[in-house]
């Protein structure tokens, strides 16, 4: 259970909510690609409830309504501070949103994970990033742990010149920002055209990208299926899906 010390808003449609609390000690997230479930208070309540582990999984006291579940990045943690940063992408009403949009100090949010890490290696030839706003969170952390050894080509949708964020790597950065310019998010083929536009440089690379699913899909099948790579240096992963709320694909 942890309590938001300061929220910082990162553009018009990305907000940074810093958590602290004497729970986040020992909080392990060796990965880039890992991800928290939050279970987010219901309206009106200061702290969501919280399951204990039964015989059969997890159960929640009798009488109470279920907190809604999202999964985030980690974008930051700092074990000397203790602080978890975690990034939201405002957009709609769904729970993530509204509660971040109205966290301040004081408000609590319970924080599950991560349950599992994907571990890269940190020497291949080239990194290729494609991400919409949702996989921003991650690239961003990403870039920051590479080695100045790396290349890395990154590739990130989102809707306009106001919502790019700095990003900072040591890595060799060869990036693209795509605009939407106004089409509704997970309504354009932005990034699958860049993906496909691409020559892509010699050598041995690793894919990560995320995003709407069904776009994610397509780039998924040309990495694989056309472009023949690997398939364990392809990690794609649909974070939501557009017309379908609370969406939770494999991460694979």
């Given at each position: 259970m942890l309590e938001v010390r300061r929220t910082t808003r990162l553009t018009p449609?990305?907000?940074?909510?810093?958590?602290?609390?004497?729970?986040?000690v020992g909080?392990?997230?060796?990965?880039?690609?890992?991800?928290?479930?939050?279970?987010?208070?219901?309206p009106g309540e200061l702290k969501p409830a919280v399951p204990t582990m039964g015989p059969h999984g997890v159960v929640f006291p009798q009488g109470v309504t279920r907190p809604a579940t999202r999964d985030y990045t980690p974008r930051r943690y700092d074990a000397v501070a203790g602080e978890l940063d975690?990034?939201?992408?405002?957009?709609?009403?769904?729970p993530g949103t509204t509660w971040a949009s109205n966290a301040k100090p004081g408000d609590f949010i319970c924080v599950a994970?991560?349950?599992?890490?994907?571990?890269?290696?940190?020497?291949?030839?080239?990194?290729?990033?494609?991400?919409d706003p949702?996989?921003?969170?991650?690239?961003?952390?990403?870039?920051e742990e590479l080695p100045a050894s790396a290349r890395?080509?990154?590739?990130?949708?989102?809707?306009?010149?106001?919502?790019?964020?700095?990003?900072?790597?040591?890595?060799r950065l060869e990036l693209t920002w795509l605009h939407r310019n106004g089409a509704a998010p997970g309504a354009t083929s932005l990034l699958e055209q860049a993906v496909r536009g691409l020559t892509l440089p010699p050598g041995d690379g690793f894919v990560w990208a995320a995003g709407?699913?069904?776009?994610?899909?397509?780039?998924?099948?040309?990495?694989?299926?056309?472009?023949?790579?690997?398939?364990?240096?392809?990690?794609?992963?649909?974070y939501w899906k557009r017309g379908v709320a609370d969406h939770e694909e494999p991460h694979d």
């Open positions: 449609h990305m907000v940074r909510v810093t958590l602290g609390g004497e729970d986040l909080f392990d997230s060796p990965s880039a690609d890992d991800h928290v479930k939050l279970l987010i208070p219901n975690l990034d939201f992408v405002l957009h709609g009403t769904g994970g991560p349950r599992g890490s994907l571990m890269i290696a940190d020497d291949f030839d080239w990194y290729l990033f494609a991400a949702s996989g921003l969170p991650s690239v961003s952390r990403r870039l890395a080509i990154v590739l990130l949708e989102v809707g306009g010149a106001s919502e790019e964020v700095p990003l900072h790597t040591r890595a709407e699913s069904n776009a994610m899909r397509n780039i998924r099948d040309y990495f694989v299926n056309e472009r023949g790579i690997h398939k364990p240096w392809v990690r794609v992963t649909g």
